[in-house]
């Protein structure tokens, strides 16, 4: 295989994704909030919560749209470049994918439109349970894409059919309840909820510093800081359970994470700077904090965590093992499965090595014939390269410890400082509106690219994964994908900021009639003006 082909195919898809990606959080994050404003409309019937509900549906509605667009596109490419790969694990990785459009993305389909244009027909609890639906099939999207991808890390499941060459499902059930799965579920989501607490605190804070629709600012930014809050503790306690998942599941991206050439004595410690040297085999200027990798990762004071040299020796003992495997595999296909008893049983002992002995396909067309120092090359490509990985796993840990020290901050002053915000920290809320993105961008790029050289772990070389296409065929697509997420984009930031600079538009006379009504009651009651005026 051309390994340019392969690094195009992965450069492709990483952009698409990628860019996919920036539209996801939001919708998963956005949809909740609208839904509590909506609820919390229907409790109190205090137009201000409409109003609030139309604003940030609309806002919601674009980056939905868009979204879908390029989740589709993104899918084709299954087809496209990766074809070899959805040969061989369709049965398995088309089914929740399946089940996804089936389910979630119709439940969406089905009830977008009538949350955006079913307020006069539809009474407010039949309109907020609309809403809710809505919330709950774009989760549940997450949700079923999400178990394909825990699948890829972890492929539990389904065994290896020699005769069709094709990995077949065994039992839906774990591969629904796959451990790897529900752990990037509910932190993936976990981390929407934060990038869409962020944006709505972000722009509410924008419209305080301008001085333009106070009411629905500081009332969006206290179901933010709250809803924010929750979120960004949920995302360090379920990152900390992936972390957990990780080192049963996939040792070597866990050692490349920590940059952990050599297996330490139990608890291992983490390495909180350094800079990885991949050549030497060492970490330098590394900087530790004593025990708390052990803890995290074992959650115990006994239990090892596996070093890269370490894990790099049994890559070569579980290739030659896969040689046994690939071996018995073309006997059984020239066979047609009708071999003996003995072969059969050595095939199924070594079956799950056989990925490690199609590593070898790099360097020679039959494992078989591969020498020592061949075999030695393909256990030296089961270690990614360290120091993207190192380096983007501490960046997305910091802004996460940001996030609760921002949503605690905002939370305490909507609660117990009668909502007076310091132009200083508005300021900074809208500053921090992109810190989210990058944060779940460097999460999926430490989770994807830690995962290499497999497209399924342990099961699927990258390198065999895509389809026979040209160099020119991927050149063209790719400057074609460039061009239409291009425009997309533009669209994207085009109609988001014409519409938060445009502002609540809708139910705007009522609105206003509730607000003065409610002011004189306040003032009424207590003798003081309500505030309107920002802390300095």
């Not at 960004?232 to 040792?251: C, F, M, P, R, W």
Request: net charge negative; glycine share 8%.
């Amino acid at each position: 295989m051309d390994f340019g082909i392969v690094e195009l195919s992965r450069l492709q898809f990483a952009m698409t994704a990628m860019y996919h990606f920036l539209f996801v959080p939001l919708t998963l994050g956005l949809s909740i909030i609208v839904a509590i404003m909506e609820t919390v409309y229907v409790m109190t019937n205090r137009p201000i919560w409409r109003q609030m509900t139309k604003f940030w549906a609309t806002l919601f509605g674009i980056n939905f749209v868009l979204g879908v667009a390029t989740g589709l596109t993104m899918e084709f490419q299954f087809g496209m470049n990766w074809s070899y790969y959805s040969h061989y694990v369709g049965d398995i990785f088309g089914a929740p994918l399946a089940i996804e459009g089936l389910m979630a993305f119709f439940m969406e389909a089905t009830f977008v439109g009538l949350m955006f244009f079913g307020w006069e027909k539809l009474s407010p609890v039949k309109h907020m349970v609309v809403t809710w639906l809505v919330a709950i099939g774009s989760n549940f999207s997450a949700l079923w894409i999400l178990i394909a991808n825990g699948w890829m890390q972890n492929p539990v499941g389904a065994h290896f059919n020699p005769l069709t060459m094709r990995m077949e499902m065994t039992s839906f059930f774990d591969v629904v309840f796959n451990p790897v799965a529900q752990a990037k579920f509910v932190h993936t989501v976990s981390a929407g909820y934060v990038t869409a607490a962020v944006f709505v605190m972000g722009v509410s804070s924008w419209y305080m510093l301008k001085g333009r629709h106070f009411e629905l600012a500081r009332r969006s930014i206290a179901v933010a800081a709250a809803f924010g809050l929750a979120s960004a503790l949920s995302v360090v306690i379920l990152g900390d359970e992936s972390g957990y998942e990780t080192t049963h599941n996939q040792k070597m991206k866990l050692a490349a994470m920590e940059a952990m050439w050599e297996t330490e004595p139990a608890p291992a410690s983490f390495t909180l700077f350094g800079i990885p040297d991949q050549q030497d085999r060492e970490t330098k200027y590394a900087i530790h904090i004593p025990w708390v990798m052990g803890l995290i990762g074992t959650r115990s004071l006994t239990e090892q965590i596996t070093g890269i040299d370490e894990l790099v020796k049994g890559s070569e003992e579980r290739i030659r093992n896969g040689i046994v495997a690939y071996d018995d595999l073309l006997k059984i296909r020239e066979a047609k499965g009708d071999v003996s008893a003995d072969v059969e049983k050595q095939f199924n002992e070594n079956v799950g090595d056989l990925g490690y002995a199609y590593l070898l396909k790099r360097y020679v067309d039959d494992p078989r014939q591969a020498t020592d120092a061949q075999i030695k090359m393909a256990a030296d490509d089961t270690v990614p390269t360290v120091w993207p990985i190192f380096w983007s796993f501490r960046l997305m840990v910091a802004l996460g410890f940001s996030f609760i020290a921002l949503m605690v901050y905002f939370f305490v002053v909507s609660n117990w400082k009668g909502m007076q915000y310091p132009r200083w920290a508005l300021r900074l809320a809208v500053i921090v509106i992109p810190a989210p993105w990058i944060a779940a961008e460097l999460g999926w790029f430490t989770a994807e690219f830690g995962r290499q050289p497999w497209t399924v772990d342990g099961v699927l070389p990258t390198a065999l994964s895509v389809s026979h296409l040209s160099v020119g065929d991927l050149l063209f697509t790719l400057l074609g994908f460039v061009a239409f997420y291009t425009v997309l984009f533009v669209i994207e930031m085009g109609l988001m900021i014409k519409y938060i600079k445009k502002g609540p538009y809708q139910d705007v006379e009522v609105t206003q009639e509730w607000l003065q009504r409610h002011d004189d009651r306040l003032s009424g009651r207590d003798g003081n003006a309500p505030v309107t005026m920002l802390a300095e």
